[in-house]
């Protein structure tokens, strides 16, 4: 196994190798909305069934989520470079059959297989990077890039589709992928040093299909229940997901090689990491059910118009996540960091709280503050979630918190999106036909038969907004307290590798 000596600092290699690990990172974070302005082609081309069109769309983000802790698991036993190449070849033979796709039932498959791919690339950056660089002040300002990078990814897909499909066919917002992952097999073997667990035991095969009952489920019924409501499917998907979740823990507690080691929650800051990530994904997809369908839907933007605006608030999270990283560095304590982090974000919040049906300035401005707030929180707690767990470990930690930020991002959007249609349904007129009590999609769709709808629905769906803020502040306020007090006293491990005894320090150093 080939890792950094204990106190040895990354050099330009170990640099050059993060910009390396970018690539795979960057595309598999634009794979979740490359497809939203890359559908209406698709449709027209494949002329999918509309069951058909949902799984194209929703596929990716269902497998990935599903197989994140298994391939974490994988990665700490057979080698986490192994995999990360393994899973680029993957992803991009797999992006190339979606390109060339012929029919729908071809593309939902070459999506699934891009899941299957990212649920290797994921984890596999993360717990590399981990493995990389081994003195903490550099560890964590390459984990906040990491983190930046996996955020700025979801903002640039959509622009990038829509760029795509304006002047090429459809299938090009595939093949953008095989450059960076012909690039990542060319130089990994050479930039990127191998690291496994030394002794993980014999793999548990029956937590696999629990890991993925207990996940898909949840993740499904949640991402569901804004759109359709808390239909009695979707609260039963939900419940039975939890049932295998139980059972899932259940397993690891008592299984002689668990997949996730429940050894890994004793590990300083480890629990109260998982927990703070759910939450701050909570924040990031609560709030952008609602900014992408206010840009288009109430202020009549374009679809490329809207994306091209919703890029400006992602402009401060390059300078948020080493913000965070530099004062920790200095002396600030990591739980008043995290702790300021989450302030920021619930202010964010409090200003969309303000927001009328024609301000897209404050929108975008509120948008940008609260992305900034909860990149500060997200990279200052993935840095802590990996220092804390023992290097062997690093899949299944990293592959822990991304499992916890895609149920955290569902359950952003099912309580939040909840909110708001409730909201809206009560301010729209009771008047109005069905479809636009609904939604505001559905409102505009028929507005020219019913004068003034357009006008009603667009401002019920702010009140919807303002009210889905409201509860987001509260929630983010809510978790800088959590941070102050569960963060207070954790101390983390300092550099070693897999071999060598952990060493303690304060977590603010």
Do not use: C
Request: aromatic letters at 8%; zero cysteines.
């Amino acid at each position: 196994m080939t890792t950094n000596p204990t106190n040895t600092r990354a050099g330009r290699r170990e640099w050059t190798a993060l910009g390396v690990l970018m690539l795979p990172l960057l595309l598999v974070s634009m794979d979740v909305s490359v497809l939203y302005f890359a559908i209406p082609a698709i449709s027209a081309d494949l002329e999918p069934t509309g069951t058909q069109q949902l799984w194209i769309f929703d596929i990716y983000a269902f497998v990935l989520a599903g197989l994140l802790m298994t391939m974490g698991s994988v990665g700490d036993r057979i080698g986490r470079r192994r995999l990360l190449l393994i899973g680029a070849a993957a992803f991009g033979a797999a992006s190339l059959v979606a390109a060339y796709a012929g029919s729908a039932e071809t593309l939902i498959a070459a999506r699934a297989a891009l899941g299957i791919g990212g649920a290797t690339l994921m984890p596999s950056t993360l717990s590399l990077v981990r493995t990389m660089f081994t003195d903490p002040a550099q560890r964590a300002k390459a984990i906040a890039l990491w983190s930046g990078v996996m955020t700025a990814g979801i903002a640039l897909g959509s622009v990038l589709s829509g760029v795509l499909v304006e002047f090429f066919w459809w299938g090009s917002v595939f093949l953008v992928n095989l450059p960076a992952m012909a690039l990542l097999l060319l130089l990994g073997p050479v930039l990127l040093p191998e690291s496994k667990d030394p002794g993980p035991g014999r793999f548990d095969w029956i937590s696999v299909p629990l890991s993925m009952a207990a996940v898909l489920p949840v993740v499904y019924g949640l991402k569901e229940i804004p759109s359709h409501g808390w239909n009695v499917r979707y609260v039963i998907s939900v419940t039975v997901g939890l049932l295998f979740a139980a059972l899932f823990v259940q397993r690891q507690r008592t299984a002689a090689s668990p997949m996730i080691s429940p050894a890994l929650f004793r590990g300083p800051g480890f629990s109260p990491a998982v927990a703070l990530n759910l939450v701050a994904s909570f924040g990031v997809m609560g709030s952008a059910y609602f900014t992408t369908q206010y840009l288009q839907s109430v202020l009549d933007k374009s679809a490329l118009q809207a994306a091209l605006w919703a890029l400006l608030p992602s402009l401060p999270i390059g300078v948020a996540a080493p913000m965070a990283a530099h004062l920790v560095q200095k002396g600030m304590h990591r739980a008043h960091v995290v702790t300021a982090g989450f302030l920021i974000a619930a202010s964010g919040y409090a200003l969309l709280a303000f927001a009328g049906t024609d301000a897209m300035a404050l929108v975008l401005v509120a948008s940008g503050v609260l992305a900034s707030g909860l990149v500060m929180v997200m990279s200052q707690i993935m840095d802590l979630a990996l220092s804390s767990a023992p290097v062997e470990r690093a899949g299944s930690a990293s592959s822990l918190m991304e499992t916890g930020g895609e149920f955290g991002g569902a359950l952003g959007m099912a309580v939040l999106g909840s909110i708001g249609a409730a909201i809206y349904r009560h301010e729209i007129p009771a008047s109005s036909p069905d479809a636009a009590r609904e939604t505001l999609g559905g409102a505009l769709a028929v507005a020219d038969q019913v004068p003034g709808l357009a006008a009603a629905a667009r401002a019920a769906f702010t009140s919807g907004m303002q009210g889905a803020a409201i509860a987001g502040a509260m929630v983010l306020a809510g978790a800088a307290v959590l941070a102050g007090v569960s963060l207070r006293r954790v101390t983390v491990r300092t550099n070693e590798t897999p071999d060598e005894p952990s060493h303690l320090s304060p977590s603010g150093v």
